[in-house]
C-alpha cells in the first residue's frame, strides 16, 4: 500500500484545506495523474500521483483542513 501525504506547498504554511478530489475510491490511476487539489494561505496546487494503481481509500473529505504530511489516501499498486 502507498501512501498520498500532503506536499509542503509553500514554507512556513502548516496547514492546507482539500478543495477537490478528481478521484474516487476504486478509480484506477496512472503516475502524474493530479488525485486532489489542495490550498494553503500562499498557493494552491494539485497532488498528483507517484504510482500507478487503484485509489483505496480517501481519509480527508473536501472541504476539511489538514497538515502538510498529513496522510489524506492510499494507493495499491496492483
Do not use: C, F, N
Request: glycine residues 10%.
Amino acid at each position: 500500500m502507498k501512501k498520498i501525504v500532503i506536499p509542503d506547498v509553500a514554507m512556513g504554511d502548516a496547514e492546507v484545506d482539500i478543495l477537490k478530489w478528481y478521484v474516487k475510491e476504486g478509480d484506477r490511476i496512472k503516475k502524474g495523474d493530479v488525485l486532489v487539489d489542495v490550498e494553503s494561505e500562499k498557493a494552491s496546487v494539485g497532488v498528483e500521483s507517484e504510482y500507478d494503481g487503484v485509489i483505496t481509500k480517501i481519509l480527508h473529505k473536501e472541504g476539511e483542513v489538514t497538515s502538510i504530511g498529513q496522510l489524506i489516501g492510499e494507493i495499491d499498486e496492483t
